[in-house]
């Protein structure tokens, strides 16, 4: 069972992180002592500390994590296990320091009980002004006496400055122990009124490493993320639009995220700020819950838009439905979630315990405080699932859909590897990938509901078990994270013990669903719709001695009813006829057909073109179909005389072409199938040799430009006019008509079906 293997391995990962990581190892000072040592080394630089209080943290040991891994190797952990601030307490309150103010204090215990850092903010972060005068003596005073505590005895050697971004920092190097590693002591002042002072780890490296790190955040982490974010916008606007987005599940998963933060205490956690800065903190979390609405609904609407029909049990669940589907995607997204958290331990311990030369980790295994930010289990886990469903999606458009959800774990991989979490790159990756394999399984067989499970599982376990390090201080944390696994765990049970009927249960497809197969089907019968139209014309001109034949269709957005028919009689005569069915849609495709069968029931030796244009109109009223009506135009050639004979019901004039010379042939008559029943007109004409007869609808008469001037009837008469024109093939003639015609409209599709028929009589006939 994919639950019980998944715990298998996440027991594993706990006991391994609990053995080699420093950040799971015990902490042997109290938050008392904590306390007391922070008020103890501020009252001995003569500052006073106003309304302590004390939490667990790690938000200020990234740098220093780093910088032990790359520094002491295999010796990395057990030095940060008893003298980092990593996972240690960090005391905040306000601090008055005589001759320059209050303001917002943080102090860093390190896990041996001593002072390790001190950030302290007078006044305002926005002051500009260089302290000067009496102020800035007795910041250089308080600054001194903290380095002093700092040092604890450690005699400080001549000072060094390195440039940090805008920030010069001045570092003092310490005389270390024998057999431990040389530290330094650093200051610097990011703003006129901040300043921060530590005790870290020796490093010669971190004037460039620091540029190695800026060059990776604005060649690589910037532009990537950016241009993420930007095809996430594009995509958002365009699915909007087109009114593909559905809000139900990505709204209960950014409020999802959104409550866990207010829960756990993280989203007020203003780190000392107040004012402008409290506020842009407060506003950034909620943004991110925010955003995640939008990435999240542009995944899952690419991801339906992909599958005919597509619906998921989180469908169900949003309407308070249970099934054994539901049950078994919960319960195996559950188990394999948990053996992604466990995969991370193991690989974070393995590193740690290796001691690879170049091969360390850039973050802890976990972030304090918990459920804070994009550190939100709530967030992070759907942000993962969106990204992979977001790539398999696209791929989807182009390749099967094996091959597109294979991509679109390697997507989520190689995105994931640029959070640079492990060095070198290549290290993050491969376990990133590993993560891909479990993201991929659970899509696969468990589904958009096991994947995001899956996705979250591995955060929630993460942060049950780092609360439980320190229940007291985490109790929040802990008790929400243990809440949505334990509901998790019993939404799955309870909808597995539901009838393996309800897996058969109709379900609603959301309405942005419904829309997009409408829109599907719509577009499929239009297809078939133009297939039957095409497939009622002739394949080819018939090959008649003595005439050219030449015809042309052009099918507009929306089919419609254009049509021409090519029959030879018993005596050898060539019948053309050429049509159009008034409007769009199915009722014209079956019209049409019917006046094609008519075509070839009656044209026959011995008839006459009006009186088969009676029999279509009776047969077309017995068919009774609706208020759809028929223009149509029969001409009967005699292919050895050139004499020809045309009756007109409702269709544009034909064009005779005799000589370079343009006339139309007036026969008229009411269209077909609608009206008072009626007789139609015949008009005799003459093709002499090389004479062209030009049949076309009312789509290339009434094709509009851009400025919606329709293309007219004067213009087809001087195509047709020019000079040697006339002398040319049938086919020559059509293209210069439809050219000229082309050039009128623009590219693209016309407004209306536009039909073009050409009968030129060989001139040696």
Not at 740 to 756: C, F, K, N
């Amino acid at each position: 069972m994919p639950l019980a293997a998944g715990l298998v391995v996440l027991v594993a990962g706990a006991v391994a992180a609990h053995r080699v990581l420093p950040e799971w190892q015990p902490l042997g000072v109290s938050k008392e002592a904590a306390l007391r040592t922070a008020r103890e080394e501020m009252a001995a630089v003569g500052a006073t500390l106003l309304s302590p209080k004390a939490s667990v943290r790690n938000a200020l040991a990234s740098s220093e994590l780093e910088r032990a891994y790359r520094r002491l190797g295999r010796q990395a952990p057990e030095w940060l296990a008893r003298h980092g601030a990593l996972a240690s307490w960090v005391v905040a309150g306000e601090l008055r320091v005589p001759g320059i103010g209050t303001g917002p204090v943080e102090l860093a215990i390190g896990r041996d009980g001593t002072l390790r850092r001190v950030e302290f903010t007078s006044g305002s972060v926005f002051r500009v002004a260089t302290p000067s005068g009496r102020l800035e003596g007795a910041r250089e005073t308080f600054s001194a006496a903290v380095l002093a505590r700092l040092a604890r005895g450690d005699r400080p050697g001549l000072s060094a400055d390195y440039e940090s971004g805008n920030t010069m920092v001045r570092v003092w190097a310490l005389q270390p122990a024998p057999g431990s590693p040389r530290e330094v002591l650093t200051r610097l002042a990011p703003t006129a009124a901040s300043l921060i002072l530590s005790r870290e780890l020796s490093d010669p490296e971190v004037g460039a490493r620091f540029e190695r790190l800026k060059f990776r955040g604005l060649a690589i982490a910037i532009p990537l993320f950016g241009l993420v974010g930007l095809l996430v916008v594009v995509l958002f606007g365009i699915l909007l639009f087109r009114r593909r987005l559905g809000f139900r599940i990505a709204i209960g998963l950014g409020l999802l995220g959104l409550v866990a933060m207010v829960l756990s205490g993280s989203l007020f956690e203003l780190q000392g700020q107040s004012g402008i800065v409290a506020g842009v903190l407060v506003t950034a979390r909620v943004l991110m819950a925010l955003a995640l609405v939008g990435y999240w609904v542009v995944a899952e609407s690419m991801l339906r838009d992909t599958v005919p029909g597509f619906t998921t049990s989180l469908d169900a669940l949003a309407l308070g439905r249970l099934s054994p589907r539901l049950g078994r995607a919960i319960l195996g997204g559950l188990g394999l979630g948990a053996a992604v958290a466990g995969s991370r331990l193991l690989f974070a311990s393995g590193v740690a315990a290796a001691g690879i030369r170049g091969v360390y980790p850039e973050a802890p295994s976990y972030v304090l405080p918990l459920f804070g930010g994009i550190a939100n289990a709530f967030l992070e886990g759907p942000y993962a699932a969106a990204t992979v469903i977001l790539v398999a999606a696209l791929f989807r458009f182009v390749l099967a859909r094996e091959r597109a959800d294979v991509l679109g774990a390697i997507g989520y991989a190689l995105f994931y590897s640029c959070t640079f979490q492990y060095a070198p790159w290549g290290a993050l990756l491969l376990l990133t990938l590993a993560e891909a394999v479990f993201f991929l399984l659970a899509f696969r067989m468990l589904g958009l509901t096991g994947l995001l499970v899956a996705a979250t599982a591995p955060a929630l376990l993460r942060d049950l078990l780092a609360a439980l390090r320190f229940p007291g201080e985490l109790f929040a944390p802990l008790l929400l994270a243990a809440g949505a696994l334990t509901a998790l765990a019993w939404v799955g049970i309870a909808a597995c013990r539901r009838p393996e009927r309800e897996d058969e249960a109709r379900l609603d497809a959301p309405d942005f669903v419904k829309r997009i197969e409408s829109e599907r089907r719509v577009k499929y019968e239009m297809d078939l719709l133009s297939r039957m139209q095409v497939a009622l014309l002739p394949d080819h001109p018939p090959d008649v001695p003595g005439l050219q034949i030449a015809a042309r269709t052009i099918l507009a957005t929306e089919a419609g009813g254009d049509l021409y028919e090519f029959l030879v009689d018993e005596e050898g005569a060539f019948w053309v006829a050429a049509g159009d069915v008034a409007g769009h849609g199915f009722s014209c495709g079956i019209q049409g057909a019917m006046v094609k069968a008519c075509l070839l029931t009656l044209v026959k030796a011995g008839r006459r073109p009006a009186e088969i244009l009676v029999e279509v109109d009776r047969v077309l009223r017995a068919a009774n179909t609706g208020r759809l009506f028929t223009s149509l135009v029969l001409a009967r050639i005699d292919p050895s005389t050139g004499h020809g004979i045309l009756a007109n019901a409702g269709h544009p004039y034909p064009l005779l072409i005799v000589e370079g010379r343009v006339r139309e042939l007036t026969a008229s008559g009411l269209p077909l199938g609608k009206g008072p029943a009626r007789i139609y007109e015949e008009t005799e004409f003459e093709l002499p040799g090389a004479a062209s007869l030009v049949l076309a609808s009312d789509g290339l008469f009434e094709g509009p430009d851009r400025f919606d001037d329709p293309y007219g009837y004067q213009k087809p008469r001087e195509v047709l006019e020019r000079v040697g024109l006339w002398r040319r093939p049938a086919e020559s003639i059509l293209e210069a008509l439809l050219g000229d015609w082309r050039t009128h409209v623009g590219e693209g599709e016309p407004a209306d079906d536009t039909s073009v028929v050409v009968v030129r009589r060989t001139i040696w006939s």
